[in-house]
């Protein structure tokens, strides 16, 4: 009989943390044992959210099978997925879609700052992925609040300071 998977929590970058606006947070967080952070797929979130729909959710359904396959061949499963970005929104429901146990919780960032410059159309389709992924998500927190959530001991479910259960 094969050993239960390892529940981690999975911090879906919306870039390299390297080049993340929130590295010092996400840093803090990654350094409990079982957060692990995902670096952003290779064709970025944000490309996916100027593709027609049903292409982006395709496209966002392949890296979702690719990125649970990998975690479950070293053990591992998600069990809660931060989503930092609504161009992550398609990812999240790919993911909760292969794993309905899992939880996804949403940092939503202020549109106007994490997307500058986005045009009438862009900036349509950026609301329309941020409310998706505020239903979808478990719980939602401001996403400059990020260094407040805690990891939880492996099979528990983290903690947040001050975020909101529900969207």
Known sequence: MAAPLRPLVLLLLPQRLEQ???REQAERLLEAEDVVAVDPPRIAYGALAHLPIAVAQAMAG???RRLVKVLRRNGDRPRVVVLLDPVQALHG???LHLVPECELWYGRPDLDIAHPGAGPHYRERLVQLDEAAARLAARTFPLDELGTLE????????QAGTGTAGS
Not at 151 to 158: E, L, W, Y
């Open 62 to 64: 392949r890296v979702a």
């Open 151 to 158: 990891a939880a001991p492996a099979g528990g479910r983290p």
């Open 20 to 22: 993340f606006a929130l």
């Open 93 to 95: 429901r790919a993911l």
